[in-house]
Every structure is written in C-alpha cells, then in structure tokens.
C-alpha cells in the first residue's frame, strides 16, 4: 500500500481525525433517517459532511456513510446506490458520470501488516476514480487506488492495485502472500 499518509495514533492529528469521526458519524445518522423525499434537509447535512453543497446532478440514495466527508469530491452526475462507505480521510476524488453500485467501500487508511506497528500508526493513500468508471456492489477498493476512466469493477472484487483505463477487474479471493 501506498504511504502517501502516515498518521501516528494517539497525535494531535489522529485527535483531530477521531473528533470529525464522531462528527461526520453524528450527521450520516442523521441523514440516513430522513425521509427519502426530503431534499432540502438531506442537502443540508450533505453540505455540512462536504463542507460544500452537493453538486447539483448527483444522486445518493441513502443510507450513506462516511467517517470524514471533508476529503470527498464528487464530480458532476455521478451515482451512487444505497449502502456505500466512504472512508476518505485521505482523500477520494469521483469524477464525472461514474456509478457505483450498492454496498461499495472505499477505504483509504489502514494500519501496517506489521503487528509491532499495527497500533502505533495509521497509512495510506487517496483513491481515484476517472470519468465514466463503473463499480459494482460489494466491490472494495484499497488504500492509494486509481481506477482508469471507462473502467469497470466487477461486483464483489476487491481492488489493491490500480486498474487500466477500459478495462474490467474481477475477484475477491484472498490470498496467502507471507507469514511470520
């Protein structure tokens, strides 16, 4: 995994991080008990999760989840389905008219494979999803990811490494790489 961010746990940073958790946790709750047909409201904590509006043309349909949502950017006509996670304190950039399918994850911090280091640090890298991608449900994309305009993530496929423009990854099966 990429070490584009590396954040040492129990530091100012990580309190600042674990404040807007419990912050953007508290708004997610919210929103995802309102009405469906109320947009104004869903607007509104949409904006307060961004730290901006929501761009006009894009559809969330709840419930929705994020532990930052200062560090997502949403372009243009972008869809996203019910049950999405957004774990985005390194950044997620969506740009225009990408789809992503129900029960998709983002995940762009981690902790070390290292059991020594495990609990003393946090890493990881912003994901990047170009124009017209499309994700599948139940798809996982990793720390530090891009994922090339055109793209297509087969539903339930986990996505460590970057994906080629046009082009469609398949697969969730785990793997032994090492042992200690």
């Keep these: 995994m ?5 954040m040492r746990i129990h530091s100012p940073e990580f309190q600042a991080m674990a404040e807007r958790v419990l912050r953007a946790t508290e708004l997610t709750s919210r929103l995802n008990v309102l009405p469906f047909e109320d947009e104004t409201a869903k607007a509104e904590l949409f904006e307060q999760l961004l730290g901006k509006p929501l761009p006009e043309r894009v559809t969330i349909y709840p419930p929705f989840y994020t532990d930052h949502g200062l560090n ?5 006509r972008v869809f996203i389905n019910q049950n999405c996670t957004f774990l985005d304190y390194a950044g997620i950039r969506i740009a225009e008219r990408v789809m992503i399918g129900p029960r998709v994850t983002f995940i762009t911090m981690s902790h070390p494979v290292d059991p020594g280091a495990r609990r003393e640090w946090l890493s990881g890298g912003p994901i990047d999803v170009a124009e017209n991608a499309w ?8 720390p530090g990811v891009s994922i090339g305009r055109d793209a297509v993530v087969a539903a339930g496929a986990v996505v460590a490494d970057d994906v080629p423009p046009a082009s469609l990854v398949t697969g969730g099966k785990a793997t032994l790489h090492r042992q200690w």
């Design 72 to 76: 997502l950017d949403l372009a243009e």
């Design 2 to 6: 990429p070490h584009d961010h590396l």
């Design 135 to 142: 994700i599948g449900a139940g798809a996982t994309i990793l």
